[in-house]
């Protein structure tokens, strides 16, 4: 069964950074897949914030990540990253990795639809303060 475990998450300022690292296990060698990084702030309902197709290199951004944050792939170490940079106040929030089944492939639209995955970590707190 497929497994995703996230780290990272921290308190930071604003204008800090953070690395959040999320582990899939489970999958067979070779399969590709979405796996992506959702957040949700309290009182909000969940978003896309960054996806990847792996294998493949394909990423996909919300407009509010663009330019600040990067999603990455590291094979050799079998981790999926996600970069942030300049962080805000708002970009505060439980930030979940998610993934589909193998071979599934999102479009533009359908990434950050969280009903699309069928696998989520447990999620990591990342708080940004003014």
């Known amino acids: 069964q497929v497994q995703l475990v996230e780290s990272g998450g921290d308190s930071v300022q604003a204008g800090g950074s953070l690395r959040l690292s999320c582990r899939p296990s489970?999958?067979?060698?070779?399969?590709?897949?979405?796996i992506s990084w959702l957040r949700q702030a309290p009182g909000k309902e969940r978003e896309g914030v960054a996806g990847?197709?792996?294998?493949?290199?394909?990423?996909y951004y919300a407009d509010a990540a663009r330019g600040r944050f990067t999603i990455s792939e590291d094979k050799a170490k079998k981790r999926v990253y996600l970069r942030m940079n300049s962080l805000k106040p708002e970009d505060t929030g439980r930030y979940y990795c998610?993934?589909?089944?193998?071979?599934?492939?999102?479009?533009?639209?359908?990434?950050?639809?969280?009903?699309?995955?069928?696998?989520w970590g447990q999620g990591t707190q990342v708080t940004v303060s003014s």
């Open positions: 990847i197709f792996t294998g493949r290199g394909y990423t």
């Open positions: 489970g999958y067979s060698a070779g399969s590709t897949y979405m």
């Open positions: 998610a993934s589909t089944r193998p071979g599934q492939f999102l479009s533009a639209s359908g990434w950050p639809v969280p009903a699309y995955y069928g696998y």
